[in-house]
């Protein structure tokens, strides 16, 4: 989008996935571009080490019967701050964390050490290339053959871009459903129309009862009280704390007890906002 059908000069393909669009110019800067190339990858294997991570323990205790103390990846880490502390894997035998000041001062330092190897080198190899070293960091010797090597980067980039959306995905997933991925996708399977995105995400997080628009004909009688008075049909919208402002009474038509933002606080202010609806809808239509 936006590109004007040309690819900028400065993207010269030097960099694996480098498929010539930045409508931006993020990278128009060479020391910047190659800034955030780095940046991306670290971030893009982290992506890709992490869904796995967060899939993993959920896939076997669901299908394979092993016990964790807490299968689900954004529930797992609260465990340290149970009386028992949080065990690796379930097993006191192998990790048993107790205090999430340890847990952050050994990552701290863990991985500063290794972040610190990286950028400037180490015994294991002087002068090698930041992101793809090679050599003793390359045991199986994928990158031997300079044609393999030059693909293996484009599809770790592009699995490592892939990697990211899923991640940003399952935070919303946690945050909309309070499931884990695996839950959420069993569930989908199981009933593909009636669990989805469209039907958690707008009807269940943020209508406690049924969306007036969707409601089942049953629920108020068909009649005047379905859309005028306090037991009219409600959509409890985003912010909404379940609850309807006093000030909607139900007395307009298409009131359905929703305004967060407060605008209909004042009686006046409403009836003229309610007027401007109005006649601009008639003339929409």
Same mark, same amino acid.
């Given at each position: 989008?936006?590109?004007?059908?040309?690819?900028?000069?400065?993207?010269?393909?030097?960099?694996? &996935?480098?498929? &010539?669009?930045?409508?931006?110019?993020?990278?128009?800067?060479?020391?910047?571009?190659?800034?955030?190339?780095?940046?991306?990858?670290?971030?893009?294997?982290?992506?890709?080490?992490?869904?796995?991570?967060?899939?993993?323990?959920?896939?076997?205790?669901?299908?394979?019967?092993?016990?964790?103390?807490?299968?689900?990846?954004?529930?797992?880490?609260?465990?340290?701050?149970?009386?028992?502390?949080?065990?690796?894997?379930?097993?006191?035998?192998?990790?048993?964390?107790?205090?999430?000041?340890?847990?952050?001062?050994?990552?701290?330092?863990?991985?500063?050490?290794?972040?610190?190897?990286?950028?400037?080198?180490?015994?294991?190899?002087?002068?090698?290339?930041?992101?793809?070293?090679?050599?003793?960091?390359?045991?199986?010797?994928?990158?031997?053959?300079?044609?393999?090597?030059?693909?293996?980067?484009?599809?770790?980039?592009?699995?490592?871009?892939?990697?990211?959306?899923?991640?940003?995905?399952?935070?919303?997933?946690?945050?909309?459903?309070?499931?884990?991925?695996?839950?959420?996708?069993?569930?989908?399977?199981?009933?593909?129309?009636?669990?989805?995105?469209?039907?958690?995400?707008?009807?269940?997080?943020?209508?406690?009862?049924?969306?007036?628009?969707?409601?089942?004909?049953?629920?108020?009688?068909?009649?005047?009280?379905?859309?005028?008075?306090?037991?009219?049909?409600?959509?409890?919208?985003?912010?909404?704390?379940?609850?309807?402002?006093?000030?909607?009474?139900?007395?307009?038509?298409?009131?359905? &007890?929703?305004?967060?933002?407060?605008?209909?606080?004042?009686?006046?202010?409403?009836?003229?906002?309610?007027?401007?609806?109005?006649?601009?809808?008639?003339?929409?239509?």
């Amino acid at each position: 989008p936006f590109s004007e059908r040309s690819t900028p000069a400065y993207l010269t393909g030097e960099y694996p &996935g480098d498929y &010539g669009w930045d409508t931006a110019g993020l990278g128009a800067d060479p020391t910047t571009l190659e800034r955030y190339r780095e940046a991306e990858l670290i971030h893009a294997r982290w992506a890709m080490l992490g869904t796995l991570g967060c899939l993993t323990p959920e896939l076997l205790a669901k299908y394979a019967g092993v016990q964790f103390g807490e299968p689900v990846w954004f529930k797992a880490g609260a465990q340290i701050f149970s009386e028992g502390g949080l065990d690796y894997l379930g097993s006191s035998n192998l990790v048993h964390a107790q205090s999430i000041l340890a847990i952050l001062a050994c990552q701290v330092v863990l991985m500063g050490a290794v972040e610190a190897y990286r950028v400037n080198g180490g015994p294991l190899g002087e002068d090698l290339d930041l992101l793809h070293p090679g050599e003793a960091f390359d045991p199986l010797g994928l990158a031997d053959d300079p044609d393999t090597f030059a693909e293996l980067k484009v599809k770790e980039i592009k699995n490592g871009r892939l990697a990211m959306f899923s991640m940003f995905g399952y935070y919303v997933q946690a945050i909309v459903t309070g499931e884990g991925p695996v839950e959420n996708w069993a569930a989908h399977v199981a009933d593909p129309f009636g669990t989805n995105g469209l039907s958690l995400a707008l009807m269940g997080q943020f209508a406690p009862a049924p969306v007036a628009m969707f409601a089942a004909s049953g629920r108020v009688s068909d009649n005047l009280a379905a859309w005028y008075g306090p037991e009219r049909n409600k959509w409890l919208g985003p912010f909404s704390d379940a609850s309807t402002p006093d000030y909607l009474t139900g007395e307009y038509p298409g009131d359905y &007890g929703w305004d967060t933002a407060g605008l209909a606080a004042d009686p006046t202010t409403f009836a003229a906002y309610r007027e401007a609806e109005l006649i601009h809808a008639r003339w929409a239509m």
